[in-house]
Protein backbone atom coordinates (compact mmCIF):
# COMPACT_ATOMS: atom_id res chain seq x y z
CA UNK A 1 0.00 0.00 0.00
CA UNK A 2 1.19 3.38 -1.27
CA UNK A 3 1.02 6.09 1.52
CA UNK A 4 -0.25 9.12 -0.85
CA UNK A 5 0.03 12.59 1.16
CA UNK A 6 -2.12 15.50 -0.22
CA UNK A 7 -1.52 19.10 1.48
CA UNK A 8 -4.36 21.66 0.40
CA UNK A 9 -6.65 24.01 2.82
CA UNK A 10 -9.33 23.58 0.03
CA UNK A 11 -11.52 21.24 1.41
CA UNK A 12 -13.77 21.03 -1.83
CA UNK A 13 -10.67 19.72 -3.81
CA UNK A 14 -9.77 17.41 -0.49
CA UNK A 15 -12.93 16.18 -0.80
CA UNK A 16 -13.50 15.35 -4.33
CA UNK A 17 -9.59 13.61 -4.56
CA UNK A 18 -10.94 11.42 -1.35
CA UNK A 19 -13.71 10.37 -3.25
CA UNK A 20 -11.62 9.64 -6.16
CA UNK A 21 -9.22 7.47 -4.17
CA UNK A 22 -12.57 5.56 -2.66
CA UNK A 23 -13.38 4.33 -6.23
CA UNK A 24 -10.18 4.41 -7.67
CA UNK A 25 -6.74 2.49 -7.38
CA UNK A 26 -6.94 0.72 -4.48
CA UNK A 27 -3.44 0.06 -3.88
CA UNK A 28 -3.26 3.80 -2.80
CA UNK A 29 -3.93 5.39 0.84
CA UNK A 30 -4.57 9.12 0.98
CA UNK A 31 -3.53 10.74 3.81
CA UNK A 32 -5.18 14.54 3.78
CA UNK A 33 -3.79 17.70 5.82
CA UNK A 34 -4.43 21.48 5.50
CA UNK A 35 -0.76 23.09 5.59
CA UNK A 36 2.49 22.83 4.93
CA UNK A 37 3.64 22.35 8.70
CA UNK A 38 1.33 19.37 9.26
CA UNK A 39 2.65 17.82 6.02
CA UNK A 40 6.13 17.94 7.60
CA UNK A 41 4.89 16.37 10.89
CA UNK A 42 3.48 13.87 8.35
CA UNK A 43 6.79 12.98 6.37
CA UNK A 44 8.96 12.74 9.67
CA UNK A 45 6.20 10.29 11.55
CA UNK A 46 4.60 7.95 8.80
CA UNK A 47 6.10 6.43 5.58
CA UNK A 48 5.20 9.05 2.97
CA UNK A 49 5.17 7.58 -1.06
CA UNK A 50 4.54 10.81 -2.65
CA UNK A 51 3.01 14.29 -1.87
CA UNK A 52 0.95 16.42 -3.65
CA UNK A 53 0.79 20.07 -2.33
CA UNK A 54 -0.97 22.98 -3.19
CA UNK A 55 1.27 25.92 -3.32
CA UNK A 56 -0.76 28.77 -1.19
CA UNK A 57 -1.45 27.48 2.01
CA UNK A 58 -1.20 29.01 5.63
CA UNK A 59 2.16 28.03 7.57
CA UNK A 60 4.53 26.74 5.08
CA UNK A 61 3.43 27.50 1.43
CA UNK A 62 4.33 24.65 -1.19
CA UNK A 63 7.62 26.17 -2.42
CA UNK A 64 8.83 25.84 0.90
CA UNK A 65 7.32 22.51 1.14
CA UNK A 66 9.01 21.37 -1.71
CA UNK A 67 12.93 22.75 -0.45
CA UNK A 68 11.89 20.78 2.66
CA UNK A 69 11.34 17.79 1.08
CA UNK A 70 13.51 17.90 -1.68
CA UNK A 71 16.66 18.35 1.15
CA UNK A 72 15.77 15.81 3.51
CA UNK A 73 13.55 12.93 1.50
CA UNK A 74 14.57 13.34 -2.20
CA UNK A 75 13.18 10.04 -3.14
CA UNK A 76 9.90 11.01 -2.29
CA UNK A 77 7.90 12.54 -5.49
CA UNK A 78 6.26 15.90 -5.22
CA UNK A 79 3.14 16.72 -7.76
CA UNK A 80 2.54 20.88 -7.34
CA UNK A 81 -1.25 21.52 -7.88
CA UNK A 82 -1.87 25.61 -8.06
CA UNK A 83 -4.66 27.67 -9.13
CA UNK A 84 -1.96 30.91 -10.08
CA UNK A 85 0.23 28.73 -13.05
CA UNK A 86 2.25 30.87 -14.29
CA UNK A 87 5.07 29.24 -17.20
CA UNK A 88 7.52 30.97 -15.05
CA UNK A 89 6.54 29.47 -11.80
CA UNK A 90 6.50 26.15 -13.78
CA UNK A 91 9.42 25.96 -14.77
CA UNK A 92 10.60 27.38 -11.35
CA UNK A 93 9.12 24.64 -9.35
CA UNK A 94 10.50 21.95 -11.71
CA UNK A 95 13.72 23.20 -11.14
CA UNK A 96 13.84 22.82 -7.75
CA UNK A 97 12.53 19.40 -7.90
CA UNK A 98 9.16 18.88 -8.27
CA UNK A 99 8.06 15.66 -10.47
CA UNK A 100 4.23 16.80 -11.56
CA UNK A 101 2.30 20.08 -12.44
CA UNK A 102 -1.46 20.84 -12.40
CA UNK A 103 -3.12 23.58 -12.76
CA UNK A 104 -6.50 23.75 -10.96
CA UNK A 105 -9.30 22.78 -11.65
CA UNK A 106 -7.38 19.67 -11.58
CA UNK A 107 -8.27 16.77 -13.80
CA UNK A 108 -8.61 13.83 -10.98
CA UNK A 109 -7.91 10.97 -14.06
CA UNK A 110 -4.87 12.93 -15.23
CA UNK A 111 -3.84 13.17 -11.38
CA UNK A 112 -4.13 9.38 -10.89
CA UNK A 113 -2.12 8.69 -13.99
CA UNK A 114 0.33 10.59 -13.14
CA UNK A 115 0.50 9.31 -8.98
CA UNK A 116 0.88 5.95 -11.17
CA UNK A 117 3.33 6.94 -13.37
CA UNK A 118 5.80 8.23 -10.84
CA UNK A 119 4.95 4.84 -8.99
CA UNK A 120 5.98 2.91 -11.74
CA UNK A 121 9.03 4.81 -12.47
CA UNK A 122 10.62 3.80 -8.99
CA UNK A 123 11.58 0.96 -10.47
CA UNK A 124 11.89 1.67 -14.21
CA UNK A 125 15.50 0.14 -13.82
CA UNK A 126 14.61 -3.19 -12.65
CA UNK A 127 13.92 -4.97 -9.56
CA UNK A 128 16.30 -7.27 -8.16
CA UNK A 129 15.23 -9.91 -5.65
CA UNK A 130 17.88 -11.54 -3.19
CA UNK A 131 20.71 -8.86 -4.63
CA UNK A 132 23.79 -8.60 -3.35
CA UNK A 133 23.58 -4.43 -2.81
CA UNK A 134 27.72 -3.93 -2.94
CA UNK A 135 28.35 -5.69 -5.63
CA UNK A 136 25.61 -3.49 -7.35
CA UNK A 137 26.14 -0.59 -6.11
CA UNK A 138 30.29 -0.99 -7.22
CA UNK A 139 28.90 -1.97 -10.40
CA UNK A 140 26.62 1.73 -10.46
CA UNK A 141 30.22 2.84 -9.74
CA UNK A 142 32.20 1.55 -12.47
CA UNK A 143 29.77 2.67 -14.85
CA UNK A 144 29.18 5.69 -13.54
CA UNK A 145 25.22 5.55 -13.75
CA UNK A 146 22.57 8.08 -11.94
CA UNK A 147 19.79 6.34 -9.81
CA UNK A 148 17.96 5.91 -6.98
CA UNK A 149 17.99 2.47 -5.02
CA UNK A 150 15.13 1.58 -2.94
CA UNK A 151 16.24 -0.97 -0.46
CA UNK A 152 13.59 -3.19 0.73
CA UNK A 153 14.76 -6.36 3.58
CA UNK A 154 13.18 -9.31 2.64
CA UNK A 155 12.88 -10.49 6.28
CA UNK A 156 10.96 -7.35 7.82
CA UNK A 157 9.26 -4.07 6.36
CA UNK A 158 12.57 -1.98 6.78
CA UNK A 159 12.79 0.27 3.84
CA UNK A 160 16.27 2.09 2.80
CA UNK A 161 17.21 4.70 0.03
CA UNK A 162 20.52 5.25 -1.65
CA UNK A 163 20.92 7.84 -4.17
CA UNK A 164 24.22 7.65 -6.86
CA UNK A 165 24.98 10.60 -9.21
CA UNK A 166 27.51 10.06 -12.00
CA UNK A 167 28.11 6.65 -9.96
CA UNK A 168 28.79 8.62 -6.46
CA UNK A 169 26.90 8.01 -3.44
CA UNK A 170 25.24 11.19 -2.78
CA UNK A 171 22.76 10.31 0.49
CA UNK A 172 21.26 7.72 1.79
CA UNK A 173 18.20 7.69 4.13
CA UNK A 174 15.86 5.57 6.78
CA UNK A 175 12.66 7.04 8.00
CA UNK A 176 14.34 10.00 9.30
CA UNK A 177 18.04 8.55 9.85
CA UNK A 178 19.93 10.59 7.01
CA UNK A 179 23.24 10.61 5.55
CA UNK A 180 26.15 8.35 6.40
CA UNK A 181 24.65 6.45 9.34
CA UNK A 182 21.70 5.62 6.81
CA UNK A 183 23.92 4.10 4.09
CA UNK A 184 26.25 2.11 7.19
CA UNK A 185 22.63 0.67 8.09
CA UNK A 186 21.36 0.04 4.54
CA UNK A 187 24.74 -1.59 3.73
CA UNK A 188 24.72 -4.14 7.04
CA UNK A 189 21.77 -5.46 5.75
CA UNK A 190 21.47 -8.88 3.97
CA UNK A 191 18.86 -10.64 1.68
CA UNK A 192 17.38 -7.65 -0.01
CA UNK A 193 15.13 -6.78 -3.01
CA UNK A 194 16.24 -3.94 -4.94
CA UNK A 195 13.95 -1.19 -6.48
CA UNK A 196 15.91 0.84 -8.83
CA UNK A 197 14.78 4.08 -10.90
CA UNK A 198 17.07 5.62 -12.94
CA UNK A 199 17.29 8.64 -11.77
CA UNK A 200 17.99 10.65 -8.56
CA UNK A 201 16.47 14.62 -8.06
CA UNK A 202 19.06 15.44 -5.41
CA UNK A 203 21.78 17.32 -6.92
CA UNK A 204 24.07 18.41 -4.38
CA UNK A 205 25.95 15.55 -2.73
CA UNK A 206 25.70 15.26 0.97
CA UNK A 207 27.89 12.39 1.88
CA UNK A 208 31.01 13.74 1.62
CA UNK A 209 32.81 9.77 1.15
CA UNK A 210 33.64 7.73 -1.99
CA UNK A 211 31.63 4.26 -1.77
CA UNK A 212 34.27 2.39 -1.30
CA UNK A 213 35.34 4.27 1.88
CA UNK A 214 31.30 4.11 2.93
CA UNK A 215 31.18 0.16 2.02
CA UNK A 216 34.54 -0.43 4.19
CA UNK A 217 33.44 1.34 7.19
CA UNK A 218 29.73 -0.46 7.17
CA UNK A 219 31.96 -3.66 6.86
CA UNK A 220 34.06 -2.82 9.52
CA UNK A 221 31.25 -1.39 12.06
CA UNK A 222 28.55 -4.78 11.24
CA UNK A 223 31.96 -6.72 12.09
CA UNK A 224 32.22 -4.86 15.03
CA UNK A 225 28.35 -5.77 16.02
CA UNK A 226 28.87 -9.07 15.42
CA UNK A 227 31.92 -9.47 17.43
CA UNK A 228 29.85 -7.40 20.28
CA UNK A 229 26.83 -10.05 19.68
CA UNK A 230 29.67 -13.17 19.93
CA UNK A 231 31.11 -11.52 23.67
CA UNK A 232 27.93 -10.75 24.84
CA UNK A 233 26.51 -14.48 24.11
CA UNK A 234 30.56 -15.58 25.50
CA UNK A 235 29.61 -13.12 28.71
CA UNK A 236 26.31 -14.64 28.58
CA UNK A 237 26.81 -17.95 28.56
CA UNK A 238 29.68 -17.40 31.64
CA UNK A 239 27.11 -15.61 33.73
CA UNK A 240 24.72 -18.33 33.42
CA UNK A 241 27.25 -20.86 34.60
CA UNK A 242 28.58 -18.65 37.52
CA UNK A 243 25.24 -17.23 39.05
CA UNK A 244 22.56 -20.31 37.62
CA UNK A 245 20.75 -17.50 36.28
CA UNK A 246 21.01 -15.14 33.04
CA UNK A 247 22.01 -12.25 34.36
CA UNK A 248 22.74 -10.83 31.07
CA UNK A 249 24.86 -7.52 28.97
CA UNK A 250 22.05 -6.71 27.37
CA UNK A 251 20.01 -6.62 30.59
CA UNK A 252 22.62 -3.67 31.88
CA UNK A 253 21.54 -1.89 28.65
CA UNK A 254 18.41 0.69 28.43
CA UNK A 255 15.44 -0.58 27.15
CA UNK A 256 15.67 1.69 24.29
CA UNK A 257 18.99 0.64 23.46
CA UNK A 258 18.19 -3.20 24.06
CA UNK A 259 15.46 -2.92 22.00
CA UNK A 260 17.04 -1.30 19.15
CA UNK A 261 19.92 -4.30 19.43
CA UNK A 262 17.33 -6.95 19.76
CA UNK A 263 15.23 -5.33 16.30
CA UNK A 264 18.45 -5.63 14.40
CA UNK A 265 19.33 -8.72 15.47
CA UNK A 266 16.08 -10.32 14.93
CA UNK A 267 14.69 -8.60 12.79
CA UNK A 268 12.81 -11.73 11.61
CA UNK A 269 10.66 -12.31 14.91
CA UNK A 270 9.60 -8.10 15.45
CA UNK A 271 8.39 -6.78 12.17
CA UNK A 272 5.94 -3.79 11.44
CA UNK A 273 8.60 -1.18 12.45
CA UNK A 274 8.51 1.31 10.04
CA UNK A 275 10.99 4.34 12.07
CA UNK A 276 12.81 4.75 15.31
CA UNK A 277 13.67 8.60 16.30
CA UNK A 278 13.53 10.73 19.28
CA UNK A 279 10.47 13.07 20.22
CA UNK A 280 10.50 15.28 23.15
CA UNK A 281 6.95 16.67 22.10
CA UNK A 282 5.49 13.34 24.24
CA UNK A 283 7.47 14.59 26.89
CA UNK A 284 4.38 16.16 28.62
CA UNK A 285 2.18 13.03 27.69
CA UNK A 286 4.53 10.70 28.92
CA UNK A 287 4.61 12.96 32.12
CA UNK A 288 0.80 12.78 32.95
CA UNK A 289 0.86 9.03 32.27
CA UNK A 290 3.33 8.15 34.67
CA UNK A 291 1.44 10.49 37.50
CA UNK A 292 -1.69 8.78 36.61
CA UNK A 293 0.29 5.56 37.01
CA UNK A 294 1.35 6.72 40.48
CA UNK A 295 -2.08 7.61 41.18
CA UNK A 296 -3.49 3.78 40.06
CA UNK A 297 -0.56 2.29 41.59
CA UNK A 298 0.31 0.46 38.64
CA UNK A 299 3.86 0.10 38.52
CA UNK A 300 6.58 1.75 36.23
CA UNK A 301 5.26 3.32 32.83
CA UNK A 302 7.17 1.07 30.59
CA UNK A 303 5.74 1.97 26.95
CA UNK A 304 2.75 3.84 25.25
CA UNK A 305 0.96 2.72 22.48
CA UNK A 306 -0.96 5.78 20.47
CA UNK A 307 -3.16 5.21 17.52
CA UNK A 308 -3.30 8.86 16.28
CA UNK A 309 -6.57 10.54 14.01
CA UNK A 310 -4.39 10.88 11.18
CA UNK A 311 -4.04 6.99 11.23
CA UNK A 312 -0.49 7.03 11.77
CA UNK A 313 0.47 4.63 15.09
CA UNK A 314 3.52 4.65 17.60
CA UNK A 315 5.23 3.42 20.62
CA UNK A 316 6.83 6.05 22.82
CA UNK A 317 9.33 4.52 25.27
CA UNK A 318 9.90 6.82 28.11
CA UNK A 319 13.60 7.69 28.43
CA UNK A 320 15.63 10.89 28.17
CA UNK A 321 14.30 11.61 24.89
CA UNK A 322 11.16 9.74 24.52
CA UNK A 323 12.22 7.31 22.14
CA UNK A 324 8.93 6.91 19.22
CA UNK A 325 8.88 3.30 17.28
CA UNK A 326 6.78 4.67 14.31
CA UNK A 327 4.70 1.33 13.81
CA UNK A 328 2.54 -0.12 11.31
CA UNK A 329 -0.46 -1.95 12.16
CA UNK A 330 0.21 -5.26 11.82
CA UNK A 331 3.09 -4.72 14.39
CA UNK A 332 3.29 -7.09 16.88
CA UNK A 333 3.37 -4.43 20.04
CA UNK A 334 2.73 -7.30 22.41
CA UNK A 335 6.34 -8.69 21.70
CA UNK A 336 7.62 -5.51 21.81
CA UNK A 337 5.96 -4.90 24.96
CA UNK A 338 7.65 -8.27 26.84
CA UNK A 339 11.11 -6.52 25.32
CA UNK A 340 10.48 -4.04 26.97
CA UNK A 341 9.29 -5.58 29.78
CA UNK A 342 12.29 -7.63 30.23
CA UNK B 1 -23.94 1.67 32.77
CA UNK B 2 -24.12 -1.93 33.41
CA UNK B 3 -25.81 -2.63 30.48
CA UNK B 4 -23.43 -1.00 28.46
CA UNK B 5 -19.90 -2.03 30.04
CA UNK B 6 -21.02 -5.26 31.87
CA UNK B 7 -19.65 -7.63 28.25
CA UNK B 8 -16.42 -5.34 28.76
CA UNK B 9 -16.38 -5.73 32.41
CA UNK B 10 -16.65 -9.60 32.10
CA UNK B 11 -13.76 -10.08 29.95
CA UNK B 12 -10.87 -11.84 32.16
CA UNK B 13 -8.45 -9.45 33.62
CA UNK B 14 -10.47 -6.01 32.93
CA UNK B 15 -10.57 -4.29 36.52
CA UNK B 16 -12.45 -0.75 36.09
CA UNK B 17 -14.27 0.64 33.87
CA UNK B 18 -14.41 4.74 33.27
CA UNK B 19 -16.24 7.00 31.54
CA UNK B 20 -14.93 10.98 31.77
CA UNK B 21 -16.93 13.87 30.24
CA UNK B 22 -14.63 15.97 27.92
CA UNK B 23 -14.21 18.35 30.82
CA UNK B 24 -13.22 15.88 33.62
CA UNK B 25 -16.91 14.76 35.17
CA UNK B 26 -16.77 10.86 35.69
CA UNK B 27 -19.84 9.93 34.22
CA UNK B 28 -18.99 6.34 34.52
CA UNK B 29 -17.63 4.02 36.79
CA UNK B 30 -17.77 0.75 37.01
CA UNK B 31 -15.39 -1.44 39.07
CA UNK B 32 -15.19 -5.74 39.11
CA UNK B 33 -14.48 -7.56 42.29
CA UNK B 34 -10.80 -6.95 41.14
CA UNK B 35 -11.04 -3.06 41.72
CA UNK B 36 -9.65 -1.51 44.13
CA UNK B 37 -10.38 1.75 43.66
CA UNK B 38 -13.60 3.87 44.72
CA UNK B 39 -15.53 6.72 42.80
CA UNK B 40 -14.08 9.04 45.66
CA UNK B 41 -10.68 8.27 44.88
CA UNK B 42 -11.35 8.74 40.87
CA UNK B 43 -12.95 11.50 41.30
CA UNK B 44 -10.32 13.24 43.71
CA UNK B 45 -7.59 12.47 41.09
CA UNK B 46 -9.96 13.62 38.08
CA UNK B 47 -10.18 17.11 39.82
CA UNK B 48 -6.43 17.40 39.99
CA UNK B 49 -6.27 17.28 36.44
CA UNK B 50 -5.73 19.93 33.58
CA UNK B 51 -8.63 18.57 31.28
CA UNK B 52 -8.14 21.24 29.14
CA UNK B 53 -4.70 20.09 28.08
CA UNK B 54 -5.95 16.69 28.06
CA UNK B 55 -8.57 17.54 25.16
CA UNK B 56 -5.91 19.04 23.46
CA UNK B 57 -3.74 16.53 23.45
CA UNK B 58 -6.44 14.06 22.44
CA UNK B 59 -7.52 16.23 19.55
CA UNK B 60 -4.67 13.90 17.83
CA UNK B 61 -5.06 11.12 19.23
CA UNK B 62 -8.14 8.29 18.93
CA UNK B 63 -6.87 5.39 21.66
CA UNK B 64 -3.69 5.29 23.76
CA UNK B 65 -2.51 2.39 25.52
CA UNK B 66 -0.09 2.72 28.87
CA UNK B 67 1.85 0.19 29.55
CA UNK B 68 3.09 -0.36 33.35
CA UNK B 69 5.13 -2.89 34.81
CA UNK B 70 1.89 -4.23 36.46
CA UNK B 71 -1.15 -3.35 35.01
CA UNK B 72 -2.39 -1.98 31.92
CA UNK B 73 -4.53 1.29 31.34
CA UNK B 74 -6.75 1.59 27.78
CA UNK B 75 -7.63 4.76 26.73
CA UNK B 76 -10.37 5.37 23.94
CA UNK B 77 -11.85 9.36 22.51
CA UNK B 78 -15.34 9.50 22.01
CA UNK B 79 -17.85 12.02 21.20
CA UNK B 80 -19.00 13.48 24.22
CA UNK B 81 -15.15 12.11 26.74
CA UNK B 82 -12.98 9.36 27.12
CA UNK B 83 -13.27 5.99 28.41
CA UNK B 84 -10.88 4.50 30.67
CA UNK B 85 -10.24 0.99 31.11
CA UNK B 86 -7.96 -0.39 33.85
CA UNK B 87 -7.12 -4.17 33.41
CA UNK B 88 -4.10 -6.46 34.21
CA UNK B 89 -0.79 -6.63 31.97
CA UNK B 90 -2.40 -10.37 30.86
CA UNK B 91 -5.62 -8.95 29.37
CA UNK B 92 -7.04 -9.49 25.86
CA UNK B 93 -6.45 -6.10 24.51
CA UNK B 94 -7.76 -6.99 21.07
CA UNK B 95 -11.04 -7.87 22.83
CA UNK B 96 -11.23 -5.41 24.90
CA UNK B 97 -10.93 -2.52 22.05
CA UNK B 98 -13.60 -5.03 20.05
CA UNK B 99 -15.85 -4.31 22.52
CA UNK B 100 -15.59 -1.09 22.88
CA UNK B 101 -16.09 -0.99 19.26
CA UNK B 102 -19.24 -2.37 19.52
CA UNK B 103 -20.74 -0.21 22.35
CA UNK B 104 -19.00 3.53 20.72
CA UNK B 105 -22.17 3.87 19.03
CA UNK B 106 -24.53 3.78 22.07
CA UNK B 107 -21.90 5.56 23.96
CA UNK B 108 -21.64 8.51 21.49
CA UNK B 109 -25.46 8.94 21.13
CA UNK B 110 -25.67 9.40 24.59
CA UNK B 111 -25.27 13.04 26.25
CA UNK B 112 -24.04 14.09 29.54
CA UNK B 113 -26.93 16.17 30.50
CA UNK B 114 -29.90 13.72 29.28
CA UNK B 115 -28.80 10.50 28.20
CA UNK B 116 -26.18 9.38 30.77
CA UNK B 117 -29.10 9.50 34.10
CA UNK B 118 -30.92 7.08 31.60
CA UNK B 119 -28.52 4.72 30.84
CA UNK B 120 -25.89 4.63 33.95
CA UNK B 121 -26.92 3.72 37.32
CA UNK B 122 -23.90 4.97 39.41
CA UNK B 123 -22.74 3.26 42.61
CA UNK B 124 -23.36 5.47 45.79
Redesign the interface.
Known sequence: MKNILIVDDDIALLKMIAKKFETGPDNFNPVFVKDGVSAVNQIKNKKIDIVISDLQMPKMDGYGLLEYINGNYPDIPVIIITAFGKPKSKTILFENGASGYFEKPVNLDQLISEIKRLYEKESDGGILKSASLEMFTQLVEMEQKTCTIRVKREDNDQEGVLFFRDGEIYYARIGNLKGLEAAYRIFSWHNVTLFIENDCRLKKKKINSDLQAVLLEAMRLKDEKDEFQESKDSADALDFEKTGHKETQAEKLSPVDYLKKFIENNSSEVTGILDIYEDLTWS??IR??SE??N????????????????STSMIIVPDKTNTVLSVSPKCD??KI?RI??D | MKDIFADLNSIENVHTSLFFSADGDLLAYEPTDKSRLTREMIEEYSSSLEWKAIQKRFKEINEAELIFSKYRVYMRKAEHGFIVILMSLMAPIEIVRLNIDLIMPEINSLKKAKGFGRFFKFRS
Open positions: EFKSLGFLNTGNLKACYVSKTDREYLM
